[in-house]
């Protein structure tokens, strides 16, 4: 394969990598040249979409989709997917949206909202002061009930276009304000929620891979909290832990080669490297851990922002849970984090 990379942003990772590298005003020389496209995240402007819409896998039918959260959670509500009660506001009846669900409620703006960004938790009238202030006039938003889950997890799917089916095994993730701080393997199986991932790709007839993030709630019961379709941060461990990783997958499938085996080959666990710098850690001693793996994205340093990921695996469950706890520990102890 040749890889080719669309992307507005001077210094994005992707360019280091990449055989050729086109700005978005190059788009129709970048589709040219290309014979099938994919994405590594939703918001990409619409006149760029419109012109890869034919090579592009998963459908941009089902990106757009994706790009509002109202109309994701419409779509799943409707087909009878289990979703936390919800109801969609403007921000001129805010006020008696969220009335109608009772405070605690959270407030997700419609669109450009990733890694807790236009994610507001509202426990009171008076907490929508900063989502007024913060949007504008003519949007939209899903006021969702505060889930008081016992944990979260997410299940990553990969379908080729013969109607193929892969399903990775479920992990078990842990976030900060909103961005997922760390997740693991978990020997805990959900046989609903892998029939829902089923059920989703073939409903989109999706091509590609698709994440089905859950919350997992006190009495026992499964709720859709959002989907993503593309590879996603909770299954980045399986570039160490499975035979055929989820990057892989996806390649297979948009290009029409055999899916490889989502089965793992150990334990694992990733922590998420949120706002620090490569200076400020300790890499001789991180390393120096049995099972450890660094992938560092290059990105220039800013607050909360994903700077890189480690990857760990291990004979068994509680072992990948005691190195998750000392690399926390190794990493962001010493800067105060």
Known sequence: FE????????R???????????????IDEFVKLCDVITYEFEHIP?????????????????????????EEKLFLKRRGYPVPTFTVALKEDLEQKVGLLNPPVVVKAEALGYD??????????????KVKANHGEKERFLVEEFVDFDFELSIIGVRSPRGEVRLYPPTINYHREGILFYNHTTSMVFPEGEEIVRSLMEELNLVGVLCVEFFYTKEGKLLINEMAPRVHNTGHHTLDSAYTSQFENLLRAITGLPLGSTKLKSHAGMLNLLGVSYEEIDWKKVLSMEGTKLYWYGKEKKHRRKMGHINLVAS?????????NQLYDMIYEPIKC
């Open 46 to 70: 619409e006149e760029v979409l419109e012109k890869t819409a034919p090579l592009t896998f998963p459908s941009v039918e089902i990106l757009k989709l994706k790009k509002s959260k109202v």
């Open 316 to 324: 068994t469950e509680e072992e990948v849970m005691e190195k998750l």
């Open 12 to 26: 994005s990772p992707a360019r280091k990598v990449a055989d050729l590298c086109f700005d978005y005003s190059q």
């Open 116 to 129: 807790g960004k236009g994610q507001y938790l509202i426990k009171s009238l008076q907490d929508l002061q």
């Open 3 to 10: 890889f080719f990379v669309a992307d507005d942003t001077p």
